[in-house]
């Protein structure tokens, strides 16, 4: 569609310096909106002028939802098609061929890659598409148009089944978009290849936003005995285990997780290694408490424990309970990991919560390593809460 013939709307008076300064959001207060604009359809791209008629770009809107314009080009004469479209995915490819040997990563990070909603992850030659946004869902058949022409993929899958869909009206769905999926889609760190199901596991398949630290205590578990728990498909019991890790034990609750992880171990020749259990992590490290057990090496990577505002005050504690039940199975000089995938969770917080629980263990340490997502998960500099990810390597005494 010819820009000139989108909607216009006009961001009220006084209201247009943090979107001029640079941040991709409008908020529904502070537009002008009448019963014409209210009755768009949510997802459609509009123009966007102040109220002097200066231009602010091209944006989808959503009446129905507070954030109510996200821009996609701050140029009002964009036309928002497929060429667009693969211009961006251009773009973070290069991005990423400069940081990642291999094709393996998050290739698209929303805002932060001028893509508001959209995530897009690739695995070689498959990729996975989720439209969190009624603007995203709207452009979706533009952007698997345009990342066939840019990479002539095997297959496209879309996995639109995250909770913040429902906040823009959507519905959820998980489905082959293109291609065929004739064999698993595959991903390869450190050393380790990883057989994925894109349309029953987790996510978006893989959590590579953790690769980085990951990475990091591979180099350090050579001859170390590695209890990783919530560990998924085994991604850093795997990679630790090909480093030399003496063994590794993995928990989790998930059926096809641990199927994949178990998998994983044999392709990869490291079942002498590693072994999976079932079971709800806080009571695997209760259980394990009440033995001897020690490790030098303990991993924790839980899911999101504050999913809404509501969650801050017990979601947080979680952390400290977390901390205090992890904390005793490290050996002296032993190492432990903690991550928190919480945006609503502060930095702050999370580290006070993590420190408490040391001490409520009785333990004392230091940390070594802290971080956030890798390079594939670039942040907006005016979308700092997009930082979501949190994570220490300790040592303790």
């Keep these: 569609m010819a820009a000139k013939t989108l909607p216009v709307l006009r961001v009220k008076a006084r209201e247009e310096r943090r979107v001029k300064g640079g941040h991709p959001w409008v908020y529904s207060n502070e537009l002008e909106l009448d019963a014409t604009a209210k009755a768009l359809q949510p997802g459609t791209l509009v123009r966007l002028f102040d109220a002097h008629g200066a231009g602010i770009g091209v944006a989808s809107f959503n009446p129905h939802s507070l954030i109510a314009a996200r821009l996609w080009s701050r140029d009002t004469e964009a036309r928002i098609d497929a060429a667009f479209f693969s211009a961006r995915l251009q773009s973070a490819k290069t991005l990423r061929d400069r940081c990642f040997p291999s094709p393996y990563y998050r290739l698209v990070h929303a805002e932060a890659d001028g893509m508001p909603g959209v995530v897009i ?3 070689d030659d498959v990729f996975c598409l989720q439209a969190n946004t009624a603007g995203a869902e709207a452009l979706t ?8 022409d840019q990479f002539k993929p095997r297959a496209i899958v879309l996995r639109n089944d995250s909770a913040v869909r429902k906040l823009e009206g959507l519905e959820q769905e998980i489905r082959l978009a293109a291609g065929a999926l004739d064999k ?7 050393g380790v290849r990883f057989a994925l199901d894109l349309l029953e596991g987790q996510k978006t398949g893989w959590y590579f936003d953790l690769a980085g630290a990951r990475s990091i205590l591979a180099s350090l578990a050579k001859g170390q005995e590695i209890l990783d728990c919530y560990c998924n498909s085994g991604a850093f019991a795997l990679t630790a285990a090909k480093a030399g ?6 928990i989790d609750r998930s059926e096809l997780a641990l199927t ?4 994983a171990a044999k392709q990869n020749g490291l079942v002498k290694a ?11 490290l209760e259980k394990l408490n009440q033995s001897s057990a020690r490790f030098g090496v303990v991993v924790t990577d839980p899911p999101n424990f504050v999913k809404s505002r509501k969650d801050l005050g017990p979601g947080s504690r979680a952390y400290r309970k977390l901390a205090k039940l992890a904390a005793p199975l490290v050996a002296p000089g032993g190492l432990w990991f903690v991550a928190c995938c919480a945006h609503l969770l502060p930095g702050e917080l999370f580290a006070k919560e993590v420190a408490i629980g040391l001490s409520n263990a009785g333990r004392s340490g230091r940390i070594l390593y802290q971080g956030g997502a890798g390079p594939d998960h670039p942040v907006h500099p005016h979308l700092p809460e997009s930082a979501y990810l949190k994570w220490q390597i300790l040592q303790l005494d």
């Design 245 to 250: 890790a003496k063994s590794v034990l993995g």
């Design 121 to 123: 992850d690739r695995y």
């Design 141 to 148: 058949p533009l952007l698997i148009e345009a990342l066939q």
């Design 260 to 263: 994949q992880a178990t998998d």
């Design 274 to 284: 590693a072994r999976f259990e079932k079971g709800d992590a806080f009571d695997a």
């Design 184 to 190: 698993p889609a595959m991903v390869e760190e450190g």
